[in-house]
């Protein structure tokens, strides 16, 4: 079953605007890490923001926010005031602790296009 | 602080031929993994190590070999390379393995098997 779903393969924002990429998980674990990723057209993994199951407040980074819901088993990456540069591919991750050390575990990703 | 690296680059091999992909971190990581990324498929893991010594197998072993004799390196090995294995592979290191911890990658290496 897979473990990571984003569902939007590929979406357009407006420069200077918002945007949300979905990501919903799947995990019978309570201690858990969701993490999102950037890898612009040069090819390099980039870590963004990292959310812990038991955090209480969405994690924020800059322009990046994590739009967390537990119950929903959802997190959301949302990039306000989108930027040329923000073009690129963005992966949920998700991180168990079933059994102390484990794996990163990708979805399939999602392309952003900014336009001008 | 160069953090993962990984080489080569990029590589070219004809079917049946052997490599192995270096991959080294500097920032004392008891992790470490192994990625290949394919159009549409994101990242899937193929081997990964939680200290030297000790390696496990991923989603995707077949056809890779690795073992982990220090901490800072990680090699992987392509025994016989088939036109399957056309990817990028990324390696990737973190603290632990735990839940919290960071993972960074290294700049990738695109391989095609002709």
């Known amino acids: 079953a897979q473990k990571i779903t984003q569902t939007q393969p590929g979406m357009f924002v407006q420069e200077k605007e918002a945007v949300t990429l979905d990501c919903t998980y799947d995990t019978s674990d309570q201690s858990y890490g969701l993490f999102w990723y950037k890898q612009p057209s040069s090819g390099e993994m980039i870590f963004l923001i990292y959310?812990?199951?038991?955090?209480?407040q969405n994690a924020t980074e800059g322009r990046y926010s994590l739009n967390f819901q537990k119950a929903r088993k959802s997190a959301n990456l949302v990039i306000s005031a989108s930027q040329l540069g923000d073009s690129a591919m963005y992966f949920c991750a998700m991180r168990e602790v079933y059994s102390g050390n484990t794996p990163l575990v990708f979805g399939k990703g999602t392309r952003l296009s900014v336009i001008a | 602080n160069a953090g993962v690296t990984q080489t080569p680059k990029f590589q070219v091999l004809k079917t049946g031929q052997s490599m192995t992909l270096q991959c080294a971190q500097d920032m004392n990581h008891e992790y470490m993994s192994w990625y290949r990324q394919d159009p549409g498929m994101g990242l899937r893991l193929i081997h990964y190590?939680?200290?030297?010594?000790?390696?496990d197998q991923g989603e995707v072993p077949n056809g890779y070999n690795v073992s982990r004799s220090t901490t800072e390196d990680f090699p992987l090995r392509l025994l016989s390379a088939a036109p399957s294995q056309t990817s990028v592979y990324f390696c990737?290191?973190?603290?632990?393995?735990?839940?919290?911890?960071?993972?960074?990658f290294g700049a990738g290496t695109r391989l095609s098997v002709l």
């Open positions: 959310q812990g199951s038991y955090d209480e």
């Open positions: 190590s939680v200290g030297a010594g000790i390696t």
């Open positions: 990737a290191s973190s603290y632990s393995g735990l839940s919290g911890d960071i993972q960074y």
